[in-house]
């Protein structure tokens, strides 16, 4: 006769196909820790059933490779094929069957113990319209309550929506969550309106709200209380005990009862070392799947930190302490492969003080946050410090916002200058990675570094690059007298009155600046705004007086005092500039000499005239090959992006009927944190409005939000008229 622990155990390993067994590599699931976590047991409670069931010959055991748990071999679990025919005559197990479609990285779904009743009282308040919050500490099992009432959703019809909130989720992230796209809204409006149309019969889980960072805190919870107090709109929350914003029906978890907390230990346990367990952890759920036979059982007020540092962190080894202390100071979740050293991975899976998402990995939130009290600031600093040299021989694009912020928390009054430079160097490209993040990280330094006034100039600069106009203008006004007389300040004020629409009064400014410019930053200033005025429109010809207008802007750049190196990326701006006026102008020959001037101080397969090439081939010979094969061999997302909208033009100009599927290859800006970025973002969202005419009041809507965010001001007033005409046609 089998036990019910032994019977849930052989039941879940039924549902794995038996060509796992000879492997190389098997999903987490099937190693103790995954199975203990999808049974809702702690590890220990699994060793007495596991024995009884591989004695009578049910499963098997056996070394091999976990995905996406480090490079060292592991236990894992089979069930052997007597034990599938003992399987199939249990009991039919009650199963949720799931009707609706699922969007986002849910979590693994788990058994949960002493939660029916609070489960039941949730599932009452799921209506069109409701607004959940779960709260309460960390590892009581809000997630894990949100998991399975997205289960029971589904299987009532809705569709689920699972958000997990991270330290550097900004609006545009968390409205691309919402919406399911590569490219959500970050205007708020927006964002609800798109919302909106999808609500229908839509459940969106936010989870771990209180994690999004203070940068971006008051725009994401307006977001948050904007979806709340929609009456289409049926959101559930989960965030740590205070909830950060006050709205909807709220449902504190507790610990659970003894009974339940039982479930959760090891058949047999004796019941006096049962009582001595409930009497020093409660029911706090994590801190009983932590528990250990062996372990001592703090008495004080907050026992649960308290156990955890003393029986948990402390009795571990240095090598499993050093992969502990690398997760502690990640700013997000990594894979195993990413750690400079993954040998703790499986030991600390083991002990229950990992927690996954997918492939990813971090360590479970109270045992983060336990830990990090335990480091005296030169120990965190050396963490952070170890951490950033790590991050900087990486070469995935993410490396570089993980090494700024490892920089950044290990910073002193010392190192202030070093750490200032290094951002300001570092700065364009995370606004390329991860704009939200590059904000975030910011932000922290100003807060470490108070006296590195200089970091105030570079958190307007990337305020004004993600086209927050009203936080760049907070952050100079912060500036001291000596900063705001300098050029750069005065060159990121008249931008702040680009974004806020007055045009005139910022090149007003910047004409100022350009009398006393040196020669450098003259031409530098000079040739930004002949690229504006060149890109600053809607999709189409450009006209003659615009174009005449950049030619003699050309001729009034002076050269002559640039240095060797910032005058050939002159001249190659330059050319690049004549050469696109040769193109609007319909002038082949006068294209093809720019293209041969140029290739006599560089090869003639440089990237660049490779580009001209191909743009002059799909204008003068309507032959996109050339583009398409450039897209193909194009590792700048901005680039593809740019191209793509060429060939997007060029159909239209044809009159072609595969537009449509043409715009859908095109890859969005992956991140809305420069100025480029966010003129070729509205000029995708002006193209689906353009050839979708059921969407194209909300899509020019979006497009003038960012063509305002991108200070396009020709762009923006064109599209204006055009939007007009088109609301008046409803």
């Given at each position: 006769?089998?036990?019910?622990?032994?019977?849930?155990?052989?039941?879940?390993?039924?549902?794995?196909?038996?060509?796992?067994?000879?492997?190389?590599?098997?999903?987490?699931?099937?190693?103790l820790?995954?199975?203990?976590?999808r049974?809702?047991?702690?590890?220990?409670?699994?060793?007495?059933?596991?024995?009884?069931l591989e004695k009578?010959?049910?499963?098997?055991?056996r070394?091999?490779?976990?995905?996406?748990?480090?490079?060292?071999?592991?236990?894992?679990?089979?069930?052997?094929?007597?034990?599938?025919?003992?399987?199939a005559?249990?009991?039919?197990?009650?199963k949720?069957?799931?009707?609706?479609?699922?969007?986002?990285?849910?979590?693994?779904?788990?058994?949960?113990?002493?939660?029916?009743?609070?489960?039941?009282?949730?599932?009452?308040e799921?209506?069109?319209?409701?607004?959940?919050?779960?709260?309460g500490?960390?590892?009581?099992?809000?997630?894990?309550?949100?998991r399975?009432?997205?289960?029971?959703a589904?299987?009532?019809?809705?569709?689920?929506?699972?958000?997990t909130v991270?330290?550097?989720?900004?609006?545009?992230?968390?409205?691309?969550?919402?919406l399911?796209?590569?490219?959500?809204?970050?205007?708020?409006?927006?964002?609800?309106?798109?919302?909106?149309d999808?609500?229908?019969?839509?459940?969106?889980?936010?989870?771990?709200?209180?994690?999004?960072?203070?940068?971006?805190k008051?725009?994401v919870?307006?977001?948050?209380?904007?979806?709340?107090?929609?009456?289409?709109?049926?959101?559930?929350?989960?965030?740590?005990?205070?909830?950060?914003?006050?709205?909807?029906?709220?449902?504190?978890?507790?610990?659970?009862?003894?009974?339940?907390?039982?479930k959760?230990?090891p058949?047999?346990?004796?019941?006096s070392?049962?009582?001595?367990?409930?009497s020093?952890?409660?029911?706090?759920?994590?801190?009983?799947?932590?528990?250990?036979?062996?372990?001592?059982?703090?008495?004080?007020?907050?026992?649960?930190?308290?156990?955890?540092?003393?029986?948990?962190?402390?009795k571990?080894?240095?090598?499993?302490?050093?992969?502990?202390?690398?997760l502690?100071?990640?700013?997000?979740?990594?894979?195993?492969d990413?750690?400079?050293?993954?040998?703790?991975?499986?030991?600390?899976?083991?002990?229950?003080?990992?927690?996954?998402?997918?492939?990813?990995?971090?360590?479970?939130?109270?045992?983060?946050?336990?830990?990090?009290?335990?480091?005296?600031?030169d120990?965190?600093?050396?963490?952070?410090?170890?951490?950033?040299?790590?991050?900087?021989?990486?070469?995935?694009?993410?490396?570089?916002?993980?090494?700024?912020?490892?920089?950044?928390?290990?910073?002193?009054?010392e190192?202030?200058?070093?750490?200032?430079?290094?951002l300001?160097?570092?700065?364009?490209?995370?606004?390329?990675?991860?704009?939200?993040?590059?904000?975030?990280?910011?932000s922290?330094?100003?807060?470490?570094?108070?006296?590195a006034?200089?970091?105030?100039?570079?958190?307007?600069?990337?305020?004004?690059?993600?086209g927050?106009?009203?936080?760049?203008?907070k952050?100079?006004?912060?500036?001291?007298?000596?900063?705001?007389?300098?050029?750069?300040?005065?060159?990121?004020?008249?931008?702040?009155?680009?974004l806020?629409?007055?045009?005139?009064?910022?090149?007003?400014e910047?004409?100022l600046?350009?009398?006393?410019a040196?020669?450098?930053?003259?031409?530098?200033?000079r040739?930004?705004?002949?690229i504006?005025?060149?890109?600053?429109?809607?999709?189409?010809?450009?006209?003659?007086?615009?174009?005449?207008?950049?030619?003699?802007?050309?001729?009034?750049?002076?050269?002559?005092?640039?240095?060797?190196?910032?005058r050939?990326?002159?001249?190659?701006?330059?050319?690049?500039?004549?050469?696109?006026?040769?193109?609007?102008?319909?002038?082949?020959?006068?294209a093809?000499?720019?293209?041969?001037?140029l290739?006599?101080?560089?090869?003639?397969?440089?990237?660049?005239i490779?580009?001209?090439?191909?743009?002059?081939?799909?204008?003068?010979g309507?032959?996109?090959t050339?583009?398409?094969?450039?897209?193909?061999?194009?590792?700048?997302?901005?680039?593809?992006?740019?191209?793509?909208?060429?060939?997007?033009?060029?159909?239209?100009?044809?009159?072609?009927?595969?537009?449509?599927?043409?715009?859908?290859?095109?890859?969005?800006p992956?991140?809305?944190g420069t100025?480029?970025?966010?003129?070729?973002?509205a000029?995708?969202w002006?193209?689906?409005g353009?050839?979708d005419?059921?969407q194209?009041?909300?899509?020019?809507?979006e497009?003038?939000?960012?063509?305002?965010?991108?200070?396009?001001?020709?762009?923006?007033?064109?599209?204006?008229?055009?939007?007009?005409?088109a609301?008046?046609?409803?």
């Amino acid at each position: 006769m089998l036990s019910e622990a032994q019977t849930r155990l052989l039941r879940l390993l039924s549902t794995f196909p038996d060509t796992l067994e000879d492997a190389w590599d098997v999903p987490r699931e099937l190693s103790l820790p995954g199975l203990a976590d999808r049974l809702g047991v702690v590890r220990s409670a699994l060793n007495p059933p596991i024995s009884s069931l591989e004695k009578d010959e049910l499963v098997h055991t056996r070394k091999a490779h976990v995905i996406g748990g480090g490079h060292r071999k592991r236990t894992v679990i089979h069930i052997t094929e007597k034990g599938r025919n003992i399987a199939a005559g249990f009991e039919p197990e009650d199963k949720i069957e799931t009707g609706g479609e699922i969007q986002g990285e849910m979590p693994a779904l788990t058994h949960i113990h002493g939660r029916e009743e609070l489960l039941l009282e949730v599932m009452n308040e799921l209506e069109n319209g409701a607004t959940i919050q779960v709260v309460g500490l960390p590892g009581i099992g809000k997630t894990s309550l949100l998991r399975v009432l997205a289960e029971n959703a589904l299987s009532e019809g809705w569709n689920v929506n699972w958000i997990t909130v991270q330290s550097f989720h900004d609006v545009g992230k968390l409205s691309s969550d919402l919406l399911a796209l590569g490219d959500g809204p970050k205007d708020i409006e927006a964002a609800l309106s798109g919302v909106l149309d999808i609500a229908e019969k839509t459940l969106f889980v936010i989870d771990e709200l209180q994690a999004v960072h203070e940068r971006h805190k008051a725009e994401v919870m307006a977001l948050v209380e904007a979806l709340a107090e929609s009456n289409d709109i049926t959101i559930a929350i989960g965030c740590r005990a205070p909830s950060p914003i006050e709205t909807g029906t709220v449902f504190k978890i507790d610990e659970i009862s003894e009974d339940d907390a039982r479930k959760l230990l090891p058949e047999g346990l004796e019941d006096s070392i049962f009582q001595q367990v409930i009497s020093g952890l409660g029911g706090h759920p994590l801190a009983l799947k932590l528990w250990q036979p062996g372990h001592s059982l703090p008495q004080a007020d907050d026992r649960i930190q308290e156990f955890i540092r003393t029986d948990v962190v402390e009795k571990l080894p240095i090598e499993e302490i050093t992969t502990l202390d690398e997760l502690a100071a990640s700013p997000l979740p990594v894979l195993a492969d990413q750690m400079s050293n993954d040998e703790g991975v499986e030991p600390l899976d083991e002990a229950a003080l990992l927690r996954w998402s997918g492939e990813e990995l971090e360590l479970q939130h109270l045992v983060r946050n336990v830990r990090r009290t335990m480091w005296s600031d030169d120990e965190a600093r050396e963490i952070h410090s170890l951490a950033a040299t790590y991050w900087a021989q990486r070469i995935e694009p993410e490396a570089r916002i993980h090494e700024a912020h490892h920089r950044v928390q290990a910073a002193n009054s010392e190192s202030s200058d070093e750490v200032s430079n290094s951002l300001e160097d570092g700065i364009q490209d995370m606004l390329t990675i991860d704009s939200a993040a590059a904000a975030a990280i910011i932000s922290d330094a100003i807060r470490i570094l108070p006296d590195a006034h200089r970091l105030r100039l570079l958190s307007a600069k990337v305020a004004i690059e993600r086209g927050e106009g009203e936080l760049a203008e907070k952050e100079l006004s912060q500036c001291d007298k000596d900063l705001q007389k300098e050029m750069q300040w005065r060159l990121l004020s008249a931008r702040t009155k680009r974004l806020r629409g007055e045009f005139d009064e910022a090149n007003k400014e910047e004409n100022l600046v350009l009398e006393e410019a040196d020669p450098t930053l003259a031409s530098k200033i000079r040739l930004n705004r002949l690229i504006l005025g060149l890109e600053d429109r809607l999709p189409g010809k450009t006209e003659e007086k615009t174009r005449d207008a950049v030619e003699k802007g050309i001729s009034e750049v002076d050269l002559s005092a640039l240095t060797a190196n910032n005058r050939k990326a002159a001249l190659v701006t330059i050319a690049a500039i004549r050469h696109s006026l040769a193109l609007e102008a319909g002038n082949p020959e006068v294209a093809a000499k720019i293209r041969t001037d140029l290739a006599t101080t560089a090869s003639p397969n440089d990237p660049v005239i490779e580009e001209m090439s191909a743009r002059a081939a799909l204008v003068f010979g309507s032959d996109p090959t050339r583009v398409r094969s450039l897209i193909s061999r194009t590792s700048n997302p901005l680039r593809r992006c740019a191209l793509g909208l060429l060939l997007v033009n060029h159909a239209h100009q044809q009159n072609n009927s595969d537009i449509a599927e043409i715009l859908a290859t095109v890859e969005h800006p992956p991140d809305m944190g420069t100025t480029t970025a966010r003129r070729l973002s509205a000029q995708h969202w002006y193209w689906r409005g353009l050839i979708d005419s059921r969407q194209r009041v909300k899509c020019w809507q979006e497009a003038l939000h960012r063509f305002g965010m991108a200070e396009c001001a020709n762009a923006y007033i064109q599209l204006q008229h055009k939007l007009h005409d088109a609301i008046r046609l409803i």
